[in-house]
């Protein structure tokens, strides 16, 4: 099945401070999403991106499809930020998402 | 225009005993999806339904685990003889007729003792 990788795995900001993440992909995918995972472990659309380029807020995502890879900026963190950041993928119009395995994000002070 | 909804939040069984995890689909969704995440864990994908019929369960374990989408009411999650490793938060997604985003509800979070 297809492989998605994210990076960092960690990462320490210090508030107000800019980031990227990162999301490859081994196959030609259908759908992408990026989420948000609070402390409190809900689930948060930020974006559904399978090509392109979107803003929202703070938040900008961009998928080059032909290369395999998406990528999310964070701009001015907060701590609100915190927590774990996940793509994920659906390939071959089976419907199913394979997450990757995250960006664990911390936002200090 | 309310979310998905799941109950409960929290579900406490001791092994052997039967849980049942319910999601209600945002309205106008038709396909529901269920994953699970294990402690310390991403994602994985469990099952994918529509109303009355199960679209691709290859994610589902063999034994113990079952679902449905029936033509009235909520989706469930049913699994049977709960073990200690069925510990784990057990999210419901929904995606309207287009297919495209998937939403997801709050969760369950399953303990087994």
């Not at chain 2, 994908?45 to 589902?60: A, C, H, P, R, T």
């Not at chain 2, 997801?104 to 003792?113: A, H, K, S």
Request: aromatic share 10%; with cysteine.
């Amino acid at each position: 099945g297809i492989q998605v990788e994210q990076s960092p795995p960690d990462l320490i900001l210090q508030e107000g401070a800019n980031s990227t993440l990162r999301c490859n992909f081994s196959d030609s995918v259908n759908n992408l999403q990026w989420f948000h995972q609070n402390p409190w472990g809900q689930l948060i659309n930020l974006f559904y991106i399978p090509s392109g380029t979107k803003q929202n807020g703070r938040l900008s995502a961009t998928t080059v499809a032909t290369e395999r890879y998406s990528l999310l900026y964070i701009s001015s963190s907060q701590t609100t930020d915190s927590g774990v950041y996940f793509c994920a993928v659906e390939a071959g119009g089976g419907n199913k998402l394979t997450f990757g395995t995250g960006t664990q994000l911390k936002v200090e002070l | 225009n309310a979310g998905v909804m799941q109950n409960p939040r929290h579900l406490v069984r001791r092994r052997g005993q039967e849980a049942r995890l319910r999601c209600s689909p945002m309205k106008g969704h038709s396909h529901v999806y269920w994953y699970r995440q294990l402690p310390e864990e991403g994602l994985k994908f469990m099952v994918y339904l529509q109303k009355e019929n199960i679209i691709d369960e290859s994610g589902m374990p063999k034994e113990r685990f079952s679902a449905e989408f029936p033509k009235e009411g909520p989706s469930i999650l049913r699994i049977q003889q709960v073990v200690r490793g069925d510990s784990a938060a057990y999210f419901c997604a929904s995606s309207p007729p287009t297919r495209d985003t998937q939403y997801f509800g709050p969760g369950t979070r399953l303990t087994v003792l």
